[in-house]
Each structure stands twice: as structure tokens, then as C-alpha cells.
């Protein structure tokens, strides 16, 4: 009976280590459950606050764009809100949102700053000088910089939901502000550079003619006050650019031309004078008529035209057609 009682106490004690193994495994396995499920939901309230701050751009985008859009069209409402709004130059965008919550462009109940440590501002890029083709661009952008020592979702949790008008910079290009459909040098012109960790929404862009007159410009200019030109002074010969356009000392226009000023000449529109010759040629073309040696040879009339003009005989009042002068009967008419 005593070693029965004996292997029993024995059995109870085997039993009762491998429970607790087990419990121990149980535990284990739980508190990764719970350590997982603590980093899961972690995971899952970072991506839900970056997918609200990015609607929260992306709402603000978009009454940005539709002021801008109205701007163009020359609603007076419109056109107050961005007034004042420095090219190429970073800002607060608080100022500005409030005036498009007061002028009814933004709705009112809309968060005037995102929840989020970010600062909000704003970056209007427009072309200094030349436009480099024909259009010049202007684009405004909504970005939202990392304050310092604050900790921001990752860029690409709101790239998501900027449905390809968002821009970010990144660990792995920290020297632009990159997007889908365009790239910004890091810092912007003019400004300081941005931290990694900056997100920015492409508000709007519109490609609009530029509102200046350019050398060589292929598009029809309308100028509605008319062109004031200044005088030359007497001893002014010399000029740069050419295409130059000023008034003479005696009010006639004057083009600059190979670097000299030079008298602007009427030219008919569908004529032109035959091309001047030199003086030996004039001499033999005079001699081979008089001697009838320019039919003998098949000559034709005594008008060489420049590209894109045939000689064609015509009569003219004291030798001339409108301001082109005839040369033995003939000028030049334009193909």
C-alpha cells in the first residue's frame, strides 16, 4: 500500500509540472497575441489619423482650386481670397483659409489646422521673366511640414489618398519633393529646406499666356492702351537687341537692325522690289539689251526675286506700284 501511495504522489507531481509548462506556453503565446494585437492596432490608428489628415488637405485642395478657377474667370470674391499671396515663397496658409471660410468658399465647420503636429502653408511657384515655351505655368501647392521633434505617419499612408496629386520628401530623396505627375528641388527656390517627412497636395496648376510681350511671339497680342514708344536721342546709332522698335528724333520709327538703328520702311504686302544689282550688273544687263544680245541668249526680265516671289511685269504710275518701285517694267509678286 505505501508504494502504491508512493508511485500516486509521484504521478500527481509529473502532472502537475507539465501543466504548468503548458500554462507557461499559453501565456507566452498569449502575451504575443496581445503584443501583436498592440502594434496591429497601433499600425491601424496611425494609417486612420494620416487617411483623415489627408482628407483634410485634400478638402482644403479643393476649394483652393475652385478660387483659383474663379480667380481666372474674374470673380471679384474670388480674386480677394489669394490677394497678397508672395510668388515663391513659403506662408502660413491659416490667413488665407480663413478667408475662404469667411467669403463661403470653405466650409466653416471645416478644422481651420489638422489635428496632426503638421504646419500648414502655402507655395505659389510662378515664373519669374521669360516663359521658356509658350505658355507660362502657375502653381500653387497646400504643403503640411513636420514640426520639429514630432512624430508624423508615414508620407506614403497620405500619398494614398491624394489620388496622384500628392508629393512628399523621403528618406530615400530627401533633396525633392516628389509626386506622380511632378518634382520640386529641395528647398524650393528661395526658401528654406524642408524636412524629411513633408507631404504636399498640387492645389492647382493652370498653363495661362504670359502677360507680357516677348521677342519673336507667335501668339496674336491684343493690347487694349495701345504700344508708348521712347525717342532716340541725335547721336544714337548703335542698338541692342535686334528688333529693337523706338521713335526717331523726328517721330519716324525706327528698328533695330545688325546693331545699328535704321528707318523702318513700308513694304506692300503681296510686292517687292526686284533685288538691287551692282553696278556691273546693271552696266551688262543695259549693254545685252541694247545690242539684242539678251535675246539671242534667252534672257529673261532683268528682275531676280528673292525666295518665295516671281518677277511679273506690271505698269505703274511714274514707275512704281503702291510704294514698290518697277525695274524695266517689273517687280516681284509673292507666290
Not at 496632426?116 to 507660362?136: E, F, I
Not at 532716340?232 to 542698338?239: K, N, P, Y
Not at 529673261?300 to 516671281?310: E, L, M, S
Amino acid at each position: 500500500m505505501r508504494g502504491l501511495a508512493r508511485d500516486a504522489q509521484v504521478l500527481r507531481g509529473r502532472q502537475s509540472g507539465q501543466a504548468l509548462v503548458e500554462w507557461m506556453v499559453i501565456s507566452a503565446l498569449a502575451l504575443m497575441a496581445a503584443i501583436w494585437a498592440a502594434g496591429e492596432f497601433a499600425r491601424q490608428a496611425e494609417l486612420a489619423a494620416a487617411k483623415g489628415h489627408a482628407q483634410w488637405l485634400w478638402t482644403v485642395g479643393q476649394a483652393i482650386e475652385t478660387v483659383m478657377a474663379q480667380t481666372e474667370a474674374g470673380t471679384t470674391s474670388a480674386q480677394q481670397v489669394f490677394e497678397g499671396l508672395p510668388a515663391n515663397t513659403l506662408v502660413a496658409a491659416k490667413p488665407f483659409l480663413e478667408r475662404m471660410q469667411a467669403s463661403g468658399w470653405l466650409l466653416r465647420a471645416l478644422a481651420a489646422e489638422p489635428t496632426l503636429p503638421y504646419d500648414v502653408r502655402l507655395l505659389k511657384l510662378d515664373q519669374p521673366g521669360a516663359c521658356d515655351a509658350n505658355t507660362c505655368t502657375q502653381i500653387l501647392l497646400l504643403l503640411a511640414v513636420p514640426k520639429p521633434g514630432k512624430s508624423v505617419p508615414d508620407a506614403s499612408h497620405l500619398l494614398l489618398a491624394l489620388q496622384g496629386k500628392g508629393l512628399a520628401i523621403t528618406d530615400l530623396a530627401p533633396d525633392y519633393l516628389r509626386g506622380a505627375a511632378f518634382t520640386l528641388a529641395n528647398p524650393p527656390t528661395g526658401n528654406q529646406r524642408l524636412p524629411v517627412g513633408t507631404v504636399a497636395l498640387l492645389a492647382w496648376r493652370h498653363d495661362r499666356e504670359p502677360p507680357y510681350v516677348r521677342l519673336n511671339e507667335s501668339r496674336q497680342v491684343t493690347l487694349a492702351g495701345g504700344v508708348l514708344l521712347g525717342r532716340l536721342g541725335e547721336d544714337e546709332g548703335a542698338c541692342q537687341p535686334v528688333g529693337l522698335v523706338m521713335l526717331g528724333p523726328a517721330g519716324d520709327l525706327r528698328v533695330c537692325k545688325d546693331g545699328q538703328w535704321g528707318t523702318v520702311s513700308e513694304s506692300h504686302e503681296h510686292f517687292q522690289a526686284c533685288l538691287p544689282q551692282t553696278r556691273e550688273e546693271a552696266f551688262r544687263a543695259a549693254w545685252l539689251k541694247y545690242t539684242e544680245f539678251w535675246r539671242l541668249l534667252g534672257g529673261g526680265p532683268n528682275c531676280d526675286c528673292a525666295a518665295g516671289f516671281a518677277p511679273i511685269q506690271a505698269v505703274g504710275d511714274r514707275g512704281r506700284v503702291g510704294a514698290v518701285e518697277l525695274r524695266d517694267g517689273y517687280l516681284c509678286q509673292r507666290l
